[in-house]
């Protein structure tokens, strides 16, 4: 059985808000979150143990709720990471004083802090998921 992209794509939504996304048209929203999808199957794929490759809008194997949980955090990091990027480019390109008063210093110290935090839910998430099922006493 298979694991329709669209739920995760949906635990995605709900962690960000769906309304960034209504701005944009369909298949932007739609490549967007396929892009966002595969680099967090690509992080999560060491160490999970299904396939999650993607075909005719599904992931081949059939996921659990803790396995879709984690595709949704890692696509956080893919949708931030554009973010942060931006936000560098244009400290990059002004002065230090003016980046300061025109204040995208918070902005991007909330989204690297936001990178981190998320960075270490999916770490911790994976770890919790590694173990899962293991008896600790074997």
């Not at 931006?86 to 995208?104: A, C, H, L």
């Amino acid at each position: 059985m298979a694991t329709p992209v669209t739920d995760i794509y949906d635990i995605f939504l709900s962690q960000i808000g769906k309304d960034i996304m209504l701005e944009l048209s369909n298949e932007i929203v739609e490549d967007l979150l396929y892009g966002y999808l595969l680099g967090a199957t690509v992080e999560f794929s060491y160490y999970c143990n299904k396939d999650l490759a993607i075909k005719d809008g599904n992931i081949v194997d059939d996921l659990d709720r803790d396995e879709k949980f984690i595709l949704s955090k890692g696509m956080i990091l893919y949708w931030l990471q554009p973010k942060i990027n931006t936000q560098e480019v244009i400290k990059n390109r002004i002065t230090d004083g003016d980046y300061v008063i025109k204040s995208p210093a918070n902005l991007l110290d909330k989204l690297l802090k936001l990178k981190l935090s998320s960075e270490s839910d999916m770490r911790r998430m994976i770890i919790k998921y590694s173990h899962k099922g293991r008896n600790i006493n074997e």
